[in-house]
């Protein structure tokens, strides 16, 4: 790993918007030393004055629906409005598969080459949280570093929308025609998430399919009416190819940033997503400690095994570690 900067130097260093500090910062604050979760933290403090004038979007959809194609058209259209913008990439997967399958360069290489955009893989980590921690850390330097938006891109398979969606102020899936949900892996909870649904792949013989599936998720995003911010989840169709329909997304994305920012919706978005972030940041820092204690690390094996056979509840074998716990840690202060 490159040698630390002072905390200081990556401070200035991201807020003058220097890229190769970004990078760097992004790097130390996807560390597991601990040693640099203390710089890391140091930084972010740091960081967090300068946060909080970018636009945060979530992009979601399953492999192959084009998210990477629609996020270089798309991102391609705002870089030639000049605005700055920033990609980010959730992929617990990762991890396992050895090397990011999101957020790749060669996979945007439209925006890979252009001076307003900076696109940063998922951090290779195995757990959702880690990642998801890691990529919360992301939004705030890149936010310090002045980019317009910021894109964090998600596989649609599983838990990592939900993460997505607690961190950005508007989720977009992307679907397409005549895949039938099902196929698409698509549950309801997801639908109810979005603030929009493109239709990607609109094009060629695909046109009129696309535009029958918009009746269709019109109708079903009727069902989930009533959303407390007032804003009505809009069904567009796009192509990523020919890049028909783009312009209409980016201004559905401006008109929901200027109407919740009027409404104050946006602000208090913002705020419910801080508090979450601090509380599931309690619980990851608890676990982590209370799994590396010394004590802990003695007993649970045998607790474990009592709780498989049968023996003891499995609520009672948690009491019995957190007594252990509670009782290791007071001693030792
Ligand atoms: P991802 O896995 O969701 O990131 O999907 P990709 O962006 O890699 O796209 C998967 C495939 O769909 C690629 O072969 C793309 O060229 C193709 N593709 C993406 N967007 C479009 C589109 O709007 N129209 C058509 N016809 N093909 C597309």
Redesign the pocket.
Known sequence: MAKRLPAQAYIEGVISGDRSILSRAITLVESKLPRDRKLAEEVLKGCQGSAGKSFRLGIT?????????????FGTYLTSMGKRLAVLAVDPSSGITKGS??GDKT?MESLARDPLAFIRPSPASGSLGGVTRATREAILLCEAAGFDYIIV?T??VGQSEIAVHSMVDFFLL?MLAGAGDELQGIKKGIMEMADGIAI?????E?ELKARAAKIEYENALHLFQGSKSGWQAQVLT?????KAGIPEIAEMTGSYARKMGESGWLAQKRKRQAKTWMHETIGHSLLERFMKDEAVKLALEEIENLVEAGKIPPTVGAANLIDIYLRHVSTEQ
């Open positions: 959809g399953v492999p192959g629906v084009g998210k990477s194609t629609f996020i270089d058209a399958i999101l996979r891109e596989v649609g992307l990607n792949k609109a094009d060629g695909n796009c192509s990523a190819l020919t």
